[in-house]
């Protein structure tokens, strides 16, 4: 159901041997969320992604899925859990060697037990999902930026993942073919109500798309704001969010 909180993060440290990257993270992500992980650059978003979708283990705290402790249950129960994530890499990590149809289709052929013709009727939904029917021969070296994005994130749905992850999806790609992503994004979380983390630091996405989010202060070594970006922008008073909220309007208004 809406509403009800679907990630728990309780007292959270992440760090690479004694170096402390983010120290006393809590917040909550909400089923249905559009949640934006922002910050500076070395501030550990992408640290805290891998700590989410299981690829890292917390120096301390506790990761809830419901009220499941992602990691402090064993590692065949953490991968079952994992089996309800779609991740999407931030250069897509489609491989070259294989046809959209054929990269898509390979979560299927390991996670389930279908068929070749389910198997080919599932990756030809959801590459229509993502606007790409039509394009189950091409391999990604013969499609655009944007086109390896969205075949990227054909293969994130491929299991029906009740959580999505993005990191950075904007990054390479033009303005066009971000915006066309975000709303994207957008229309797959209206339809399926899908739970959606983006780790970006993207203005035009963090307004754009989300609903909740949290800003790591790298000099802090925490986060120092959460809720809805917008709310933030418009009542923030620490000056280093609404430093990096506000980027580039200095130079617009100059510009006028």
């Not at 309780?10 to 909400?30: A, Q, S």
């Not at 949640?35 to 640290?47: E, L, N, P, Q």
């Not at 993005?166 to 709303?183: H, K, N, Q, T, V």
């Amino acid at each position: 159901m809406a509403g009800e909180p679907e990630i728990t993060v309780k007292n959270l440290d992440m760090g690479y041997g004694d170096f402390v990257v983010m120290r006393d993270l809590n917040f909550t992500v909400n089923r249905g969320d559009i949640f934006i992980i922002m910050g500076g650059s070395g501030c550990g978003k992408s640290t805290l992604l891998k700590i989410l979708i299981g690829l890292k283990k917390p120096s301390s705290g506790k990761v809830l899925y419901g009220d499941t402790s992602f990691w402090e249950i064993d590692s065949s129960e953490r991968e079952q859990m994992m089996s309800r994530f779609g991740i999407l890499y931030q250069y897509g990590a489609l491989w070259t060697s294989m046809t959209l149809e054929e990269n898509i289709a390979l979560p299927l052929q390991y996670y389930t037990q279908l068929n070749p013709g389910e198997i080919q009727e599932i990756v030809s939904l959801k590459l229509s999902l993502v606007g790409l029917a039509g394009f189950k021969d091409f391999y990604p070296s013969e499609i655009s930026g944007g086109m390896m994005k969205r075949a990227a994130l054909a293969r994130a749905m491929a299991l029906d993942p009740e959580i999505l992850f993005f990191d950075e999806p904007s990054s390479g790609l033009d303005p066009i073919s971000a915006r066309l992503l975000d709303d994207l994004i957008l229309e797959l979380s209206a339809s399926l109500g899908t739970t959606i983390i983006v780790v970006t630091h993207d203005l035009a996405s963090i307004f754009g798309i989300g609903n909740n989010s949290i800003f790591l202060d790298v000099e802090l070594k925490t986060m120092s704001a959460s809720g809805d970006p917008k709310r933030l922008l418009a009542e923030s008073g620490d000056p280093t969010v609404r430093r990096f909220l506000t980027r580039g309007e200095e130079g617009r208004r100059e510009e006028k």
